[in-house]
T-cell receptor
Framework: EDKVVQSPLSLVVHEGDTVTLNCSYE??????LLWYKQEKKAPTFLFML????IEKKSGRLSSILDKKELFSILNITATQTGDSAIYLC????????????FGKGTKLTVNP | ETGVTQTPRHLVMGMTNKKSLKCEQH?????MYWYKQSAKKPLELMFV???????ENNSVPSRFSPECPNSSHLFLHLHTLQPEDSALYLC????????????FGPGTRLLVL
């Protein structure tokens, strides 16, 4: 059974801290891994990772994929209260009816 | 503004009611999706429509009935729901079926009493 496991499930930090969110996966086929940020309701796309070892970066956020060890991390440096959200990881399986398997998410709370 | 809108944003209904959720995308996409997000569970894909045809139905109970009259609109018709159906229902759209390119709507928070 395909599985995406995120850890920790929740995390509380202070502004300025650096956080690392983890996503491990077990899927029969793999095409890409996606990170989303979900504030209030609509998940918004952050990164798509397809190749191992290539860091994707956007401002204070960065992410990297390890296809050998089957995990990805999302780093946020110098956190701000606006980073408070649920961070979702999802793996895309290719196929005639391709599948998107989500993890449960990590709830990040950044306190002032 | 994500380009995908959903109405209503909140809905409370009894188990004998019939209601419909609406999704509209303004992005020119040709694929649309319904997801269910329950508390402490992963997002679950319910239905996929491509070019107005249903291409995926992930073992969803028949009390959920989707409708896609055109590539910009997607409905989820609800009838005789159960309390465990209470969840956030998210709509998404993409160009083609590449799920990497999905844009999500804000969701409808549904409570079934």
């Amino acid at each position: 059974e395909d599985k995406v496991v995120q850890s920790p499930l929740s995390l509380v930090v202070h502004e300025g801290d650096t956080v690392t969110l983890n996503c491990s996966y077990e899927v029969t086929n793999f095409r890409s891994l996606l990170w989303y940020k979900q504030e209030k309701k609509a998940p918004t796309f952050l990164f798509m990772l397809t190749s191992s070892g290539i860091e994707k970066k956007s401002g204070r956020l960065s992410s990297i994929l390890d296809k050998k060890e089957l995990f990805s991390i999302l780093n946020i440096t110098a956190t701000q209260t606006g980073d408070s959200a649920i961070y979702l990881c999802a793996v895309v399986r290719p196929g005639g009816s391709e599948k998107l398997v989500f993890g449960k998410g990590t709830k990040l709370t950044v306190n002032p | 503004e994500t380009g995908v809108t959903q109405t209503p944003r909140h809905l409370v209904m009894g188990m004998t009611n019939k209601k419909s959720l609406k999704c509209e995308q303004h992005l020119g996409h040709n694929a649309m999706y319904w997801y269910k997000q329950s508390a402490k569970k992963p997002l679950e894909l319910m239905f996929v429509y491509s070019l107005e045809e249903r291409v995926e139905n992930n073992s969803v109970p028949s009390r959920f009935s989707p409708e896609c009259p055109n590539s910009s609109h997607l409905f989820l018709h609800l009838h005789t729901l159960q309390p465990e159906d209470s969840a956030l229902y998210l709509c998404a759209s993409s160009q083609g079926l590449a799920k990497e390119t999905q844009y999500f709507g804000p969701g409808t928070r549904l409570l079934v009493l």
